[in-house]
């Protein structure tokens, strides 16, 4: 089932359910991938956004809470952070399993014998390439000082 159908799937579960944070978090991710349909638009793509784009758009809208209960945390607003927090918990409902350290660690490796990286330099294109393949399950902050460390070295 699409992400697109997920979300539909889940907005009704939740407003049934009358669990109002579920509703609008699902609500304001429907909003913001609608939002990235229209920029898409002028590049000829007509149907949406793909899935990866979706899980790229869910996973920017993770880290922008994340930034928040940082602020959050130190203008102690606890109602805010925990507002942000179970926001969050929506969000991940419908992204793929995180990768753990290890396993990042595997594949930068991999990626970085598959491109022929050598340098700092070719950092670009490992992590266009963990782009590709790991959206959505990846922390790509994390997976940057990876792949620096792994060519660095």
Known sequence: M???AQFTTALKTAMLAKDERSTGTIRMMMAKM???DIEARPKGITDGIKDDEILAMLQGMIKQRRESITLYQQG????????ESE???V?????PKQMSEDEMKAAVDTIVTSTGALSVKDMGK????????YTGQ???AAAGNLVKARLAG
């Open 2 to 4: 699409s992400l697109r």
């Open 87 to 89: 926001e969050i918990a």
């Open 34 to 36: 609608k939002d990235k």
């Open 91 to 95: 969000i991940e409902r419908f992204m």
């Open 126 to 133: 490992v992590m266009a390439e963990l782009k590709k393949s």
């Open 138 to 140: 990846m922390d790509f």
């Open 76 to 83: 102690k607003r606890e109602d805010l952070v925990k507002q």
